[in-house]
């Protein structure tokens, strides 16, 4: 059974930062690109970031470049999104997602896995 699960969303400050995690069950996690998709109430689902499932290529959408970094590490099956400068609008539930021998990619539709998702409010 294949098992996503987000941890380390909160409410913080803005400009303060945070830093998610997700840590995979049930896939051979090297053999995944991972993701991280936000939801903010009233908006679709947006991409963040996702990384290869080597670590050398990375992908970020144009709200977060800049401030957002993501790594991951096979050995602890997990990957991560620091979350610095952080602003209000950056206020959402945050999803892990995981794609099978893919390559970074921006659509939803791309990924096979999801978690259930972390909620970050950042308060102004």
């Known amino acids: 059974q294949v098992q996503l699960v987000e941890s380390g969303g909160g409410l913080v400050q803005a400009g303060d930062s945070l830093k998610l995690s997700c840590a995979a069950s049930?896939?051979?996690?090297?053999?995944?690109?991972m993701g991280w998709f936000r939801r903010a109430p009233g908006k679709d689902r947006e991409f963040v970031a996702a990384i290869s499932w080597s670590g050398g290529s990375t992908l970020y959408g144009d709200s977060v470049k800049g401030r957002f970094t993501i790594s991951r590490d096979n050995a602890k099956n997990t990957v991560y999104l620091q979350m610095n400068s952080l602003k209000p609008e950056d206020t959402a539930v945050y999803y892990c997602t995981a794609q099978l021998f893919g390559v970074p990619a921006t659509t939803v539709r791309a990924y096979n896995y999801w978690g259930q998702g972390t909620q970050v409010t950042v308060s102004s």
């Open positions: 049930g896939i051979t996690f090297d053999r995944y690109t």
